[in-house]
Structures are given as C-alpha cells and as structure tokens.
C-alpha cells in the first residue's frame, strides 16, 4: 500500500520561502505520477505541481510558475516542493499524491488514488 507523508509546513512572512516534502513508501515505481494540490478555506483543491517519479518534465499552475519547484530524491523516495516568494494567497493546506501513471490530466484531483494527510502553509502580510 503507497503511503504519503507531508512536512515542512509552517507560518512565514510574504516574500518567504519554504521547503515541503513527501515521504513516500510502499512500492513506487518510475511511472508514478507525483504531484503537490493545495486546498485553502472555503475553496476547492487546486493543482499546484507534478512530475513522474522516473524523471521527465514537470508541470505546474500558472499561479506558481516561475516562483515554485517540485523535484525528487529517489534514493530518498521523497519529493520536494520548493516555494520561494510566498504570497497571502498561497496559503492553504498542501497534499502530495500519487499514481502509477502520469496521465495527461497530471492536473486533475481524480487522477490520483494516493493521498497525504497535509501540510499546512500560512503566509503572513
């Protein structure tokens, strides 16, 4: 059984930077597709980045091109997200999830049947 598990949540100021990693287990493969979805009060869970477990390209929202960075350690079977110039709007909670394919819609909640318990991110004005 694929099992996620999310840290290095916390509270930073905007502009900050934080550092979110997914520890996972229990036979990932090179075709697993990974992925970071965040979800903030009163909204519904939104794609923030993904990248297969065997390398390749990534994918992210528009919303954090250019600011986040989703890569992985193999041998470590983590994979990172890392978010630099933080904004109030990027708070929310962040889950890691996970699939033995990386489908065409990577951006997609239902595309992935591995979930993480969360992080919580808050970004402070």
């Known amino acids: 059984q694929v099992q996620l598990v999310e840290s290095g949540g916390g509270l930073v100021q905007a502009g900050g930077s934080l550092r979110l990693s997914c520890a996972a287990s229990g036979g990932i493969s090179s075709w697993f597709g990974m992925a970071w979805f965040r979800q903030a009060p009163g909204k519904e869970r939104e794609f923030v980045a993904a990248?297969?477990?065997?390398?390749?390209?990534?994918n992210y929202a528009d919303s954090v091109k250019g600011r986040f960075t989703i890569s992985r350690d193999n041998a470590k079977s983590t994979v990172y997200l890392q978010m630099n110039s933080l904004k109030v709007e990027d708070t929310a909670v962040y889950y890691c999830?996970?699939?033995?394919?990386?489908?065409?819609?990577?951006?997609?909640?239902?595309?992935?049947?591995?979930w993480g318990q969360g992080t919580q991110v808050t970004v402070s004005s």
């Open positions: 990248v297969r477990w065997g390398g390749g390209g990534t």
């Open positions: 999830a996970a699939d033995r394919t990386y489908s065409s819609s990577y951006y997609r909640a239902e595309s992935y049947n591995y």
